[in-house]
């Protein structure tokens, strides 16, 4: 499985690292069953993270056709320069509205096309962690999917056409979602799982110390009960 992260300007730096470490660990342990790259829209270029400025470099450009799998990143960090209170006022925005407007960004590049073209793929896997899928629905490609994200931005995500699940990761077929920054570790480890195997996954839980929270949900099995 050629797995692609996608970096694009003001990315968060944990959300793509979590999920390339846990891949990158995943090909090693199953002598070469994953690999896994950074890519932008853009093509090769050093891109920068909204955490404090950290660069990673993409060595390849997005490409659907070689791809079997396509995670995407949220974003981090203050909309405007350093130093200059973003729209006026900073303290009357909240955290979900600074997100849109840094996804928003992302959204007026060549990145939006690109992520349709993996979308409409047949057998190519598009995953989200935290703000990603915002950024995917921003761009109007979630409308009727089941999806999570950051827990502050649920609501914005449901406002994009979604239907919400506020779950730690969401497996809705092609389309596996992750929540909170931190869900990058159990996304990957799901992702090496479903793709490769429990084996693997396993493998790489103990080697990481790590594991993962929370019931992966899936669109199975009985309703629960009203309360």
Not at 107 to 118: E, H, I, R
Not at 170 to 182: A, E, K, P, W
Request: glycine share 14%.
């Amino acid at each position: 499985m050629h797995a692609q992260i996608v970096l694009f300007d003001g990315f968060d730096l944990l959300d793509v690292i979590a999920p390339y470490e846990v891949l990158y660990a995943g090909g090693a342990a199953s002598d070469g069953a994953v690999d896994v790259e950074l890519v932008s829209a853009e093509g090769r270029r050093e891109v920068v993270s909204g955490t404090g400025g950290v660069t990673l470099w993409a060595t390849a450009a997005l490409d659907p056709e070689r791809a079997g799998l396509v995670v995407v990143p949220g974003a981090a960090g203050r909309v405007g320069t350093p130093g200059e209170a973003p729209d006026g006022d900073a303290g009357a925005r909240t955290p979900d509205e600074f997100l849109s407007v840094l996804l928003g960004r992302a959204v007026q590049t060549g990145l939006p096309s690109l992520l349709k073209a993996a979308m409409d793929r047949p057998g190519l896997t598009v995953a989200t962690v935290c703000g990603g899928s915002l950024l995917l629905g921003l761009a109007g490609l979630l409308k009727g999917r089941r999806a999570t994200t950051h827990h502050l931005a649920l609501e914005t995500l449901a406002e994009t056409g979604a239907q919400v699940v506020p779950a730690r990761v969401v497996d809705d077929g092609d389309l596996v979602t992750g929540g909170g920054v931190t869900s990058g570790l159990d996304l990957g480890l799901y992702l090496l799982e479903r793709e490769v195997g429990p084996k693997i996954a396993r493998a790489v839980e103990e080697l990481f110390a790590y594991e993962r929270r929370g019931v992966v949900w899936r669109d199975r099995g009985p309703a629960p009960s009203a309360p």
